[in-house]
Nanobody, 119 residues
């Protein structure tokens, strides 16, 4: 059974940094995308970043490009989201998700971790 467990959220002042972690288990992710999404109160869930587990190719939403970095540690089966220069509008619940490369939808989701950026 696939499990994605996020950690690392918290409260930070604007301009600060946080690093989120997503521990993945339950299968081999070699042909998967691992992604980060977020959902702010009253808003729809939106894409943040993704990475291919095998090759490490990355993709970012325009509103985080240059501030956030996604990476993975294959040995630890963990994906990270380094968030720098945080803004109050980055406040949201951040979710880790996984999908097979051949699929269009993310099938597996974590429970989320709260990130709050104060002004």
């Amino acid at each position: 059974q696939v499990q994605l467990v996020e950690s690392g959220g918290g409260l930070v002042q604007a301009g600060g940094s946080l690093r989120l972690s997503c521990a993945a288990s339950g299968r081999t992710f070699s042909n998967y995308f691992l992604g980060w999404f977020r959902q702010a109160p009253g808003k729809e869930r939106e894409f943040v970043a993704s990475i291919t587990w095998s090759g490490g190719s990355t993709n970012y939403a325009t509103y985080v490009k240059g501030r956030f970095t996604i990476s993975r540690d294959n040995a630890k089966n963990t994906v990270y989201l380094q968030m720098n220069s945080l803004k109050p509008e980055d406040t949201a619940i951040y979710y880790c998700a996984a999908r097979a490369i051949i699929q269009l939808r993310y099938d597996y989701w974590g429970q989320g971790t709260q990130v709050t950026v104060s002004s």
